[in-house]
């Protein structure tokens, strides 16, 4: 694991003095210097502005509701002095020297600015949700002032989820200050789980912390409980709460039509306030999701800006499910805020992470975040002292150990110095047929040990099936720089078998190198052959073809082309190694490789081509079937098969199929998705069986099984532009082709979602017995009643299809990309 | 009623002899003049390929199942041949001459091509499904080679609903098979019903014609259910069936890892038959959508292409719906197919529709769609002959009557020819205080009578509650060419008072009419002052101050910004006219609009900034509240109010307000969607409150009753780029601000869809008691259950917000439109 960034909170600095001359460098630039230069921090985090600007603010926007009562003319003239000053602050906005902590551009580097917490940007009372706005405005023009290279803004309150669409609104308002020349990027500080959400989940949470408490500081109301907006906002917050309560009545009254009379509703915004505050609940499957749907929904509402991240905070227990923590994984998770008070203690009084944490914070490190410590000078814990939080930090963040969730990245442990790099980043796909490979790239994949001990394995036991005694024929169809040659000559030593070796490759230049390695190595043992396989003559039938033409999703280098064309070569009774590969997909969320195939800079187009990608920040989206419906396959699917060689096409007198189209191929698959998140691809893999029991698998899931460690292929990933919402527990029915015209292959691909109805029926069903079971135990005793089959007819409707295919409702679907071929393909 | 286009569906022409040479006009030529100059119809409808076509691709491309059974060497000779044959097709694919009924250019400008309805583009058969794509592909290369304007193309069957996708696929290949020169539009003829999901819905429909049997026509399953495909698709209909059925142990054998040992499965798609067919049901509130939805999913998958449009057929009775029928008037509707089966005989025996087709196809009426009659020469109805048809429906569609849904098109009725070629027709808001109108713009506007007649009853309620005696001043702020003070000095006449008017009006070239009516008309009466009315100074305060500043959304023409100004002259009791304005709006649905607004031809942005539509094409979504949960507001909602003038604005010294941000409002609302459709935008409107009883209205609802016959306003049209599927019965959340800076307003919206869980659990718990009811009366007679509380533990969950708020799933967003006013603002 690579050393991570860690933070330190720093308690807020002494205001400086006003009236002394300041020093060079300012005591902020002393205190972080001081910090950085005596730990193993990297960087401090500090409040961007102190208490006298909320003293400001507040005096100036807020008002106590009991305060109304202005009935002596002092209080009254006080408060329209206030009132004019908070319009001329709301006019002219900004902060004044005093209230701010951080003031001079060189004390920005090495630091990490935090909002106010004390904002309120989606209060049920519209002045305070537009005062805050103003007010955070003025603190994000002074960080692009300051160049602060982040801040890091209090997420949206749990309990207000009504006005989230405010508070995502005042956020890409900020997105927007930043001018071409200044880029102060903005985290969200969310937390990682909804206490309350947690609790009506019952008591079983494995990867809570037992011994901590619900911090004090979530709090799930306004913070502006008792105070209302300013005077030129006629809706106090007490009108908002008649709004609430009495909502009935006051739109029975708003549907008055004018010209009827005066109207008795004089607030400005009559809608605001027409739905209770907390209404999303978990789903039926218990998916605690509530603080990512926050974040979900205020990046949506940013379209994606690259310029927004997430703070995760862990002040709060971790959820249980290891689901839905998986799904940060995918996130663009810059920052982890990390209070002392989410450490437990060991046996010895240090603070330490618990097991599930440590799980986490190891599945999230592939993602670099920068870790932040705060508290750790509150001596919460009775060893250690406030550097024993970063020491043990350090201590976890650089060893390995398991981390969270299925890694999509397959080979990813086994590529090592390989891969470095590699991750997320998006490459196309080869197209060997097109174009001719250069020496650097067969070098490369000569390097996967596993990948031709395979190889030679299997051709060693198709040699073992042949009769001893006879000489054989062997063709390499796609030979490269030999190393299939190699292999065989391996193998016929190993299997005590002779065969003539006739090696084939249309590399020109590759072809070269086989001349070399015949003259020196090989020589009468190998016949070369330059020219595609689809198209020379060897001198006889050979009894085995091997190749290795094999792309991430099989098929997706043209190998069964090809193969259709070498098949000539072979004897009527020859095999093929590869005998037969699959292709297999799975549904992925990933905010990084959406970024990627969005920008603007990639050619039209580019979120229509399928890439290879070394998947990294991805999380797999689906669970394993059925699903509640019983109508979903597995975690991840297969689409289709290809065999060699196929016996039963119709050839021409060139020996070759008259078309294509049995290499046309389809594949509708319906995944089920345990927990919310947005699909932003497919990640496609293959699996290919060589000879025997002999394989090679990039499944996730396979993989180690069938041919470990072996590093040849990265995941093939198909892109959605639009990213589709999926909540929990919905089912996704994923479609893609495999398309072939007279001159090229390609594939196209689209997704529906669905939200079943069947748990719900299931539920029903159990319940009603369950209630017919009681009554007839109450009043009859143990004997079954006579109503038992009764609640089918009511509960059930009586339409064959409905109870035969189960009810689904269709919630949203994607367009089909990459129609006709027209933004990627594979040439013939 | 305009004139519609009316077509008949001629029955095909004799094949044309192969040897004889070829009159011209051709015989084809000649029944299409015939039918033409004889009858009243506009255009012909014709199959484009004949049954000769039909028995080739069937001999090619489908086998008998009892056929397999090959063990003479003769048939399997045969056999062979025949796939040969297939195989050189699916290469060079076409048609012959004597398999198509239609070959020169000079025959097609009249006509409407009919595509294939033998063809099994979803046919759960991958193989059928492959070899139809390329059938349909043959026929519209030769519709486009003889430049036929439209090709009517069999919908996708109702059972093979897994298999849609690939339906889809294929329409989106279509698509892209026009040249640049070439353009022959795709019409999906889609019935207007499912008649299994009519029979689920119970017997009461009040919009089906109880005559009309269910047609023959109308499959729902496979059209080549005893066929299977070729021979070189490894897969068959019967191993198909296998594995529908036997799906869990094919899915077991799957599971084993490659290289284990030989694979029993051979397929070449696992993954295509996973799902029972038909498994989308109607939503729990009855939605009759399965037909609608078929077309929603294939033109979203075809990415909205202008080139698709739907012909709806009306051979199924019609759904008993108004909601679910209204929603086609949203939609690509080209052509309505009327057969002679859908009309029931009057009293007389001549052919009509019934009242509720009559009333479906006058709302659709506005769409212009061409109407195909079918059938007309069988005789189905004793009276009137084939022309009969045509007569009845030439009469109903140029007679007015109730047309379907409500008309979002407020004073469509009353615009008449001033309304004409405004229909749908997107223009951008005016902006009165930026650019200065034009004396054409002002001169429509003045033809309002209704407005003017709604000022002077408002200026003369006002006027009578002043004082007879004194002399009074009224300012008209915004006098334009003067309407409005020929309102005051009409109503001071009638109201015998005296004022002094004065009249400010800030375009240079609309004061000089001013001045002209000053001296001929109005004399010492009025006062003319040139100048922003938040600059100038008037020589006294008045008592009443008159603007016609409303735009369509009430304050989207800045008229708050400007009366603030304004509000400088009144005296401390004065009033304005208007006294208040608020807005409203609705989530529509409507392709068009969104074609438009999408169109590339418009600027960077264009689909971000509201506009100004005489709304034609378009359906309202929302129904009227509370919806299931309880949580929705009505049908169409407030926004936000402005009342004038505000007497709580802290000044400053020039008797401006310090800012603008009282100006700013914000409203979040929700929507009952009772019938599933895109969500394309929202619509706008406003009422004003002038004085007394006297409005002014364009809500839909209102607007007969305040303001009748207005027609100064159109809608206003809020755009979202993506639409957003709404399915059944869900909830949309709107949230729109109106914002300010110190430079502009602007607004800015988004939304948000839930499904509720409500509805769900209330039917549940029905259910249970209903249960209990029954066993408690069977057991113990007519005596509540002791355990009729018991069914609330097992069946809610104990979490309060969940019970208290209800719970829903979030199934989409939208982004945020227009973020900081960066596309369209409205200039201070």
């Known amino acids: 694991m690579p050393r991570l960034n860690i933070a330190l909170d720093l308690p807020p600095p002494l205001p ?3 009236n002394q001359p300041h020093p060079s460098p300012s005591p902020l630039q002393q205190l972080i210097n001081n910090t950085l230069s005596s730990t193993d921090y990297d960087l401090c985090c500090i409040p961007l502005t102190n208490a006298r600007w909320q003293t400001r603010w507040e005096r100036l926007c807020l008002r106590l509701t009991e305060d109304e009562d202005l009935a002596s003319p002092e209080a009254s003239k006080h408060r329209e002095e206030v009132d004019r000053e908070a319009d001329m602050w709301r006019r002219e906005g900004g902060l004044s020297r005093e209230e701010v902590n951080v003031c001079r551009l060189e004390e920005t580097p090495h630091l990490i600015g935090l909002g106010p917490e004390w904002l309120d940007l989606d209060s049920p009372d519209e002045g305070i949700r537009f005062d805050s706005e103003l007010a955070l405005r003025a603190e994000m023009a002074h960080a692009i002032y300051v160049s602060l290279p ?7 309150s749990i309990a207000n989820r009504h006005f989230l669409p405010s508070y995502a609104r005042a956020i890409a308002g900020l997105l927007q200050m930043n001018s071409t020349t200044t880029n102060t990027k903005i985290s969200i500080r969310i937390p990682i789980s909804d206490p309350v959400e947690l609790i009506s989940q019952g008591p079983s949470q494995p990867g809570t912390n037992p011994t901590q408490k619900l911090p004090e500081s979530t709090s799930t109301g306004s913070k502006h409980k008792r105070m209302s907006s300013l005077s030129t906002r006629p809706m106090s917050i007490h009108q908002s709460q008649v709004n609430t309560l009495q909502q009935n009545q006051l739109q029975q009254q708003q549907q008055q039509v004018p010209g009827q009379g005066v109207r008795t509703f004089s607030g400005t915004s009559a809608a605001s306030s027409t739905m209770s505050a907390r209404t999303v609940v978990p789903s039926a499957a218990g998916d605690p999701c509530t603080t990512w749907e926050m974040w979900d929904y205020i990046r949506t509402v940013c379209g994606h800006d690259p310029r927004l991240s997430v703070t995760l905070d862990l002040t709060n227990p971790l959820p249980p499910s290891v689901g839905a923590l998986a799904r940060w994984t995918a996130e663009p998770v810059s920052y982890i ?3 002392a008070g989410s450490f437990i203690p060991n046996a010895k009084g240090y603070p330490v992470l618990s097991k599930a944490c440590q799980a986490f914070l ?15 000078t509150m001596s919460r814990h009775p060893a250690g002292g406030p550097t024993a939080y970063l020491q043990y930090l350090r201590h976890i963040t650089t060893t390995p150990g398991p981390g969270v969730g299925m890694s999509l990245a397959n080979g990813a442990s086994a590529v090592g110095d390989l891969g470095a790099g590699y991750s997320d980043f998006l490459q196309a796909p080869l197209q060997p047929l097109m174009d001719d490979l250069g020496s650097a790239t067969y070098d490369v994949f000569e390097r996967d040990p596993v990948k031709y001990r395979q190889y030679e394995a299997a051709i060693y036991l198709a040699l073992m099936d042949l009769p001893q005694e006879k000489t054989h024929a062997i063709a390499v169809a796609g030979a490269g720089r030999g190393p299939l040659v190699a292999c065989c000559l391996s193998a016929l030593v190993r299997a005590e078998r002779k065969a003539k070796i006739y090696a084939v490759e249309k590399n020109a230049s590759a ?7 015949k003259a020196l190595e090989w020589h009468d043992a190998v016949d070369i052959i330059s020219g595609d396989m689809r198209k020379v003559v060897l001198p006889e039938q050979v009894d085995l073809l091997v190749s290795e033409l094999l792309g991430s999703l099989g098929d997706n280098e043209l190998s069964p082309e090809c193969l259709d064309g070498a098949a000539r ?3 009527p009774d020859g095999f093929s190694i590869p005998m037969s590969y699959t292709a297999h997909i799975a549904p992925v969320s990933s905010s990084k490789l959406h970024y990627e195939v969005s920008l603007p800079t990639r050619p039209a187009g580019a979120a229509e081509t399928p890439y290879v ?4 920040a991805v999380n797999a989206l689906s669970g394993e079937g059925p699903g509640p419906s019983g109508r979903c396959g597995e975690r991840i699917q297969q689409c289709w098969q290809f065999e060699h060689p196929r016996k039963d096409l119709i050839l021409g007198d060139d020996g070759l199929p008259l078309n294509n189209t ?3 191929r389809s594949a509708h698959m319906s995944f089920h998705i345990p927990h919310a998140g947005p699909l932003h691809g497919l990640a496609g893999y293959f699996e290919a069986h060589l000879y025997g029991n002999i394989g090679l698998s990039i499944h996730p899931e396979n993989m180690s099984l069938v041919s470990p460690d072996m590093f040849s292929w990265f995941p093939l990933f198909f892109p959605f532009i639009e990213p589709l919402h999926l909540p929990s527990n919905c089912e996704l029915v994923v479609s893609l082709w495999r398309l072939t015209d007279r001159v090229k292959v390609w594939y196209e691909w689209c997704a529906e979602a669905f939200l079943p109805l069947e748990e719900i029926r299931s539920e029903r069903r159990v319940s009603a017995q369950q209630i017919i079971g009681i009554s007839s135990m109450g009043l009859g005793g143990g004997a079954p009643s006579p109503y038992m089959d009764a609640p089918t007819s009511p509960i059930y409707p009586t339409h064959g299809n409905y109870l035969a295919g189960g009810g689904r409702v269709k919630i949203g679907q994607t367009r089909l990309h990459n129609v006709g071929g027209k933004c990627s393909s594979i040439g013939l």
């Open 362 to 376: 190891r599945g999230m490190a592939k993602l670099s975040p920068t870790y932040i410590l705060s508290g750790t």
């Open 16 to 18: 400086s003095l006003p």
């Open 337 to 339: 805020w990390l209070p």
């Open 569 to 571: 070569f072979l004897k």
């Open 150 to 156: 982040t801040i890091i803004i209090a997420g949206p």
């Open 511 to 517: 072809f070269l190198t086989l001349q070399e390695r």
């Open 613 to 616: 990608v070394m998947m990294s």
């Open 662 to 664: 049995h290499n046309t």
